[in-house]
């Protein structure tokens, strides 16, 4: 509804919007090779609306989106998803900030057995995530941020099977510290910290922990990069498994656009996958 760089009016504003597209679906139910792999026109339609206040030391906003996606010919799975956002910050001082996000979606089942001859099934899920924390600027040369997150999953139940996929919540937090040496030299260090817990009862802790440096090559360029190590324990496990973490990248302004390369590895909770996995991006 906004217009990139374009400020937020002083007040209350109210924003509805309605988004439609159109896209060619050439493996409607994923299927492999050898498999029959349907196709489909794919409609979207995306209702919405923001509704924000701006103030002098705060601002506040809460926003709804829905999603529906409509076959021409597999009808059966159309369907209709909700998310609803509600996110505030507050300046409590001019070198501190407190912020916090609370979202919540809802994703429906799908379930068509009979098309094309192939079980085909969309699990529902209702994922509930809240953020908060703080940031603020200590000195001249440091500055830092803390947040937690409380995030929330459940999948519907199989409508045959009645199984339950591996659902859960998790508890987790962030810091990081900014040390700016010079005009070009910043130091960087960051720590992030998840527990989960699934339906099952098994646990995972995942923590990875980082220090780098950000260097300004011009004032159109910079280069970044930060090593660490990656923490998993997990109650199946027994002992706990470490590797190494890393990132690194460039990202360069040009008059009218911008570019940034990067690549990162690290531990991340996977809830869809009902455990962790060694992420690489």
């Known amino acids: 509804p906004e217009l990139v760089g374009e400020p937020s009016p002083a007040g209350w504003s109210f924003t ?8 060619w679906d050439d493996n409607v139910f994923i299927q492999g090779r050898g498999d029959v792999q349907a196709q489909d026109l794919n409609t979207g339609v995306d209702p919405g609306a923001t509704l924000a206040y701006v103030g002098k030391r705060g601002s ?4 709804y989106g829905g999603s529906l ?7 059966a799975i159309n369907n209709y998803a909700q998310s609803l956002n509600v996110s505030g910050r507050r300046r409590l001082s001019a070198k501190t900030l407190l912020f916090a996000q609370q979202s919540y979606s809802r994703l429906p ?3 068509v057995p009979s098309l094309i001859g192939l079980r085909f099934l969309r699990l529902g899920a209702q994922l509930a995530d809240f953020r908060g924390g703080i940031e603020a600027t200590a000195t001249k ?13 459940d999948f519907t139940r199989h409508p045959t099977l009645g199984d339950n996929f591996l659902g859960g919540h998790a508890n987790g937090g962030s810091a990081n510290a900014r040390y700016q040496l010079d005009e070009r030299t910043t130091l960087t260090a960051d720590y992030s910290v998840q527990r989960a817990t699934l339906v099952t ?5 995942v923590q990875n922990t980082w220090g780098g440096v950000d260097y300004k090559l ?5 280069v970044f990069g930060a090593a660490g190590l990656a923490r998993l324990g997990a109650a199946d496990l027994g002992t706990g498994k470490t590797s190494p973490a890393w990132r690194g990248g ?24 009902g455990g962790t996995l060694a992420n690489e991006e």
């Open 16 to 23: 509805p919007s309605l988004a439609t597209t159109m896209a």
């Open 60 to 63: 506040l906003t809460a926003s």
């Open 69 to 75: 996606q409509m076959y021409r010919d597999f009808g």
């Open 109 to 111: 089942t799908t379930e």
């Open 141 to 153: 040369r440091l500055s830092y941020a803390a947040s937690y997150n409380f995030q929330k999953i």
């Open 201 to 205: 009862g098994n646990r995972f802790l």
């Open 218 to 222: 011009t004032e159109r360029t910079r």
């Open 250 to 273: 460039l990202s360069h302004r040009f008059r009218t656009a911008s570019l940034d390369v990067a690549y990162g590895r690290s531990f991340v909770p996977s809830y869809g996958g």
